[in-house]
């Protein structure tokens, strides 16, 4: 049997490859008007304001997540030359020792795409043990890592073993 006697696993398409690439500009370039507020000098409602209705209960004061009592959250970036542009949110949902004294907690699954480090325990167990960590795809295991060292080597600590929770955005 001859090589091009073989059946191909993957149909041809018979649309020349250039004019897929045609259409696929033409059409992101026809939506880009509509798509991208900042050429219209418009500003995009919130969802909110465009009668967009999340949940049963009202926002608080912010609109934010620290409207939360007992939820803190903090920022690092990384800035190195003309190329590096990093950085790490930390959300601690609660006050006090959050491994003694977990909080409830839930994991949704938006696009089942992404990184996420602790998911199964605390789909197990329905707890959050640590402050949620969220970083870039390529720094999820070294937050992970990091995180986990701190909470292990705090004073008084006797545990071995801990459950961060860190996430890619």
């Known amino acids: 049997m001859k ?3 073989l059946p191909r696993s993957t149909p041809r398409s018979r649309v020349p490859l250039p004019a897929i690439l045609a259409l ?3 059409w992101a370039l026809l939506l880009l008007p509509v798509s991208d507020a900042a050429l219209t000098g418009q500003e995009r409602p ?3 304001e465009a ?3 999340v949940g049963v209960f009202p926002t608080g004061a912010h609109n934010a997540i620290t409207d939360v009592d ?3 959250v903090g ?3 990384v800035v190195e030359g003309d190329s590096i542009r990093t950085g790490v ?3 601690i949902p609660a006050e006090g020792d959050l491994y003694r004294r977990p909080v409830a907690g839930w994991i949704h699954q938006g696009n089942g795409y992404g990184k996420l480090i602790g998911e199964t325990q605390v789909r197990e167990f329905g707890e959050i043990e640590t402050p949620i960590l969220l970083t870039c795809t390529l720094c999820v295991w070294a937050a992970a890592e ?8 705090r004073p008084g600590e006797g545990e071995h073993t801990v459950n961060p929770v860190v996430g890619e955005t």
Do not use: C
Request: glycine residues 10%; hydrophobic residues 50%; aromatic residues 4%.
């Open 3 to 5: 090589p091009r006697d």
């Open 24 to 26: 696929t500009l033409a």
């Open 46 to 48: 919130r969802a909110r």
């Open 51 to 53: 009668g967009v209705v």
């Open 70 to 72: 007992g939820v803190r």
């Open 75 to 77: 920022h690092a970036t």
């Open 89 to 91: 949110t930390a959300v």
């Open 146 to 153: 990091g995180l986990a060292d701190w909470l292990l080597h």
